[in-house]
């Protein structure tokens, strides 16, 4: 059943792909390719073309979300939202850098994805910022718990994956 999920969840990838022409544009807006080259999302896009199925190699956790590539696509192709697609179906492999695990532990234990410095909070005090809430940490341990993403932690760091 989740292979047949997984098969038409690659097709959908693959049609919403079919638009590229490889232009290449995405590449050169991407802040992330330009310091870390080998997270390309042109050739991203072109292997689910090519192959009709998706890379899962690690390395398309490195995408920043910021959209510039379908700011800037000519052909509208949703890039961000087919790298997400690829995370995902990742995520089940259990192909998740080690980085991420970090975070989603963090995001666990602390209910953050970083905490604020005392020097953030003094500036903030000084702006006449209110203080920050705090997250409750038992509220989301418990979302942890019900969606399942407590136990793939567990997996997680049975299988850790370097990135390639
Ligand atoms: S900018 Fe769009 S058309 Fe050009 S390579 Fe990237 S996804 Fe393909
Ligand atoms: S959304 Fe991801 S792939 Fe697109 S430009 Fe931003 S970091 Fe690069």
Redesign the pocket.
């Known amino acids: 059943m989740e292979q047949t999920k997984d098969a038409e969840k690659i097709r959908e990838i693959q049609k919403s792909a079919q638009p590229c022409f490889q232009c290449g544009i995405?590449a050169a807006?991407?802040?992330?390719?330009r310091v870390a080259p080998e997270f390309n999302?042109r050739i991203a896009v072109d292997e689910v073309i090519r192959t009709g199925s998706v890379e899962v190699t690690g390395r398309e956790w490195s995408?920043?979300?910021?959209?510039?590539?379908?700011e800037r696509c000519p052909m509208g192709v949703a890039?961000?939202e087919i790298?997400i697609d690829i995370k995902n179906l990742s995520s089940q492999t259990g192909k998740v850098p080690p980085s991420v695990i970090e975070l989603m532990d963090v995001i666990r234990y602390t209910g953050k994805v970083s905490q604020a410095s005392s020097r953030t909070e003094k500036k903030r005090k000084e702006l006449g910022l209110p203080v920050l809430p705090k997250p409750d940490v038992d509220e989301i341990q418990k979302i942890f718990e019900l969606t399942g993403a407590a136990d793939r932690l567990t997996r997680y760091r049975e299988a850790e994956v370097e990135p390639e």
């Not at 995408?63 to 379908?70: G, N, P, Q």
């Open positions: 995405c807006s991407c802040p992330v390719f999302p995408c920043a979300y910021c959209l510039m590539c379908e890039l961000s790298l």
